[in-house]
């Protein structure tokens, strides 16, 4: 075998160097586009780490709302049960004081005519005795003779008020 030509040599030096640069230049961009990705990874896990620690944070203050609003829930559970326990006692109550409350209402019903009956014996009152009933004898319409005491007294102990309508 022969040698090869000077031409064949340059030529195949030359396609090497253009190669040798070529890896070169692949190696240089290689490293660039590893840094790059060592620094994007890098700031995504600094993010991440940000975005962790936000949300156990989050969590954090969610989980003291949570218990605040359980106390509260407590709270408002053991007032209704108060309030509950205070309308059953009123309740008792009411319905101890309604037969009072009827009777009270039964009375007022009755009111007006016993006004009417205590204003006309006010006026007897004012009228005094008849002279009729102080000596004894009956009216030709009246009712019959004047009451007196049941215990026997006599018609000399009788005040001018025979009506007594004093309440």
């Known amino acids: 075998m022969s040698a090869p030509p000077a031409l064949q040599i340059r030529e195949a030096n030359a396609h ?21 990705v060592r620094a994007q990874a890098e700031r995504l896990a600094r993010h991440d780490q940000q975005l962790r620690a936000a949300l156990d944070e ?3 203050v ?28 009123r309740d008792q109550l009411i319905q101890q004081l309604q037969p009072q409350a009827d009777l009270l209402q039964d009375i007022a019903r009755r009111r007006p005519p016993l006004a009417a009956l205590l204003a006309a014996l006010e006026e007897a009152e004012r009228l005094g005795p008849s ?17 007196g005491n049941s215990t026997g007294e006599g ?8 009506f007594g309508t004093t309440v």
């Not at 969610?62 to 006692?89: F, M, N, P």
């Open 62 to 89: 969610k989980d003291r709302e949570i218990s605040a609003l359980q106390e509260q829930l407590l709270s408002s559970e053991a007032t209704v049960r108060s309030l509950q326990s205070a309308v059953d006692q």
């Open 58 to 60: 989050l969590g954090r």
């Open 16 to 36: 090497l160097a253009a190669v040798h640069r070529r890896a070169a230049e692949l190696e240089t961009r290689l490293l660039a586009a590893e840094r790059t």
């Open 131 to 147: 002279p009729a009933s102080s000596q004894g004898q009956l009216l030709p319409d009246g009712p019959g003779p004047p009451l």
């Open 155 to 162: 018609q000399d102990d009788l005040q001018p008020a025979v």
